[in-house]
């Protein structure tokens, strides 16, 4: 199957803005995320088409999923 990866902030970094991937069906957000080399602690918040999702969230063809880094500050 094959998903977009859109990646924000430092995230981007040597990745870009949005990448495609191809991956196994039955594929989870976490696996995705392995094979672009993001740990899960690099990532705070995780949307699948729009949607709030985890890391254990599995994927479908044609899906788009969002990954934002903490957000620091003061």
């Known amino acids: 199957m094959r998903i977009t990866v859109k990646l924000f902030a430092l995230l981007r970094e040597g990745r870009g803005k949005q990448v495609e991937l191809e991956l196994e069906a039955g594929a989870s957000v976490g696996s995705a995320l392995h094979r672009l080399g993001i740990q899960q602690s690099a990532a705070s918040m995780l949307l699948v088409n729009g ?11 044609g899906d788009v999923v969002a990954v934002f880094p903490p957000v620091g500050g003061g």
Request: hydrophobic letters at 45%; charged letters at 25%.
């Open 51 to 61: 949607r709030t999702a985890g890391f254990d969230t599995a994927l479908a063809d």
